[in-house]
């Protein structure tokens, strides 16, 4: 797919959603910025490429895991949709996403981190999903939220749970960066999906981390 189809793509998925309002879309030609209030959030199961057949998945992932694709920037929003398209069917251009990590890549984290959702496409990345979550930058960790937040790997999500324990302890947790509510959503599906959670000594840190109300 060109780039002009692929703007005008994303463009008619966002305006068939009932959820999207005030949309701005891209019609000069030089910017590729979408402008919109609603639709899915970060962490949520829901991504707009969802009905997307895997033919089309495919060729916006190869655009994705490009170099031209680390060039173009949508806006967050669109962004980060494209990064759970990583993390929910990153299978289907295996070869081509490991290919575009480069080997020292952690080194330029900036260009990388949305990428880094890839790594919950699969349980055997699960280990370099647990690692990278490990050493990320407070301001880098979006991709490895969006990665972990699909992947069903124990691994991945025992490790998020023991950094978010570390990073809560620092006075400064919960502030410009959004962790707050990414470990509230995260806290609400491992109520769902851990048993034991909310009684485990990690779950009640969390918690009490997250706000008093989030405790049961």
């Not at 692929?6 to 305006?15: A, N, P």
């Not at 000069?28 to 997307?52: A, N, Q, T, V, W």
């Not at 937040?149 to 959004?178: H, I, N, P, Y």
Request: glycine share 8%; with cysteine; hydrophobic share 40%.
């Amino acid at each position: 797919m060109y780039l002009s189809d692929i703007v005008s793509y994303i463009g008619s998925l966002l305006s068939a959603s009932d959820d999207v309002l005030d949309l701005s879309i891209p019609s000069d030609g030089d910017s590729y910025e979408f402008y919109y209030e609603g639709g899915p959030k970060m962490l949520e199961d829901r991504c707009i490429f969802d009905e997307c057949t895997d033919d089309i998945k495919t060729a916006l992932l190869e655009f994705y895991f490009s170099p031209q694709g680390l060039e173009v920037n949508f806006n967050w929003d669109v962004n980060v949709e494209f990064s759970k398209l990583a993390a929910k069917n990153g299978s289907l251009v295996e070869q081509r996403a490991e290919r575009f990590f480069p080997k020292n890549f952690a080194d330029a984290w900036g260009t990388y981190f949305l990428h880094m959702a890839y790594f919950g496409s699969s349980d055997k990345y699960e280990r370099e999903l647990a690692r990278l979550i490990e050493i990320s930058p407070e301001d880098g960790r979006d991709g490895l939220f969006v990665g972990s937040w699909f992947s069903q790997s124990d691994l991945v999500q025992r490790t998020l749970m023991r950094e978010f324990c570390k990073w809560a302890d620092d006075s400064s947790f919960g502030g410009a960066t959004g962790e707050m509510q990414a470990l509230r959503n995260f806290i609400g599906k491992w109520k769902r999906t851990i048993p034991g959670f909310t009684k485990s000594e990690c779950g009640v840190r969390l918690m009490r981390a997250a706000g008093a109300e989030l405790q049961c």
